[in-house]
């Protein structure tokens, strides 16, 4: 932390005004971060650090934060940077991602008109809250990114691109991965709990 | 390559419908689309549950402690009285 200073010397005034924006516009987004931080780093301790070294990270740059702007994604972006730069790099055990059970995976917008999982409604009710958890944790970090950023977040596509500094379509393309992969890891689960998709049996008596 | 199948068309459709990417007019071809069709009314809302599903279950970490927001203000006011 020895680092930590404004990239300029600040005055009072100024430091008065970057404490009241750090209060007001960037602190109430700690809850969010740190639940984003948590899935990030699947560990407490790691997710703590990792919030705060973003606060740090956002006061040290807040002359470059226009007020009354999007805090909430200016914030998870340098929280996405801080994660790669510092928690993926050293860790020794980094996220496992297993692109062979990814059938092609690839960035491009056009290969997200692929195939899509379908899932039966009923499916719904048999998966429970923490197996929805444990599926999206366990998803590639790329993927679990845009989940929690678009589904649980709620941020825009653009806001999305801006944090990750992928293009719109790579984040479209991405999400629609994600969800399906996501999906065939709660069929799975649904069908050790005796969950069976009917639909193909049924459609082929009708064929019949 | 595109894929003809209108349930993807439709799928694709959906997916930016539910995270906010369509105009007025696009939202009302889908939800009109759903009303005409039994098959794409189920498209839409199995969709629609599985994103509720999502939303719902995943783990939301307790509110942050006042210890992790004291600890940063400290860090940053003794940071910036050794400038």
Redesign the interface.
Known sequence: ?GD??HLY?VNEEE?KRYDRV?EKEL?PH??AL??FA??LTLNEDD??DL??ET??KA?RFIDKYLEGTNAKAWLFKILKNAYINEYRRKSKAPAHVDYEDIIGYQDSE?S?????T????EL?NT????E??NA?NSLPVDFRTV??L???EGF??EEIAKILDVPIGTV?SR??RA?NV??DK?KAYAETMGFSDKRKSRSRKLEE | MRNPDPIHEYHRMVNMFLDHQLNDEENQKVLHQAQENPEFQRVLRTEQNFRDLIKKNVVQRPHVTSRLIDNIRNKISSQGDGK
């Open positions: 932390m930590f200073y010397p430091r750090f602190l700690i809850d740190s639940t948590f899935h997710a703590d919030v705060q606060y740090l006061y056009e997200a008109i692929g195939e899509y379908d899932l039966r409604e719904f998966v429970m809250g923490d929805v958890t999206i989940i929690l678009c589904d649980v825009t596509y479209r999400l629609f969800r996501l999906k709660l």
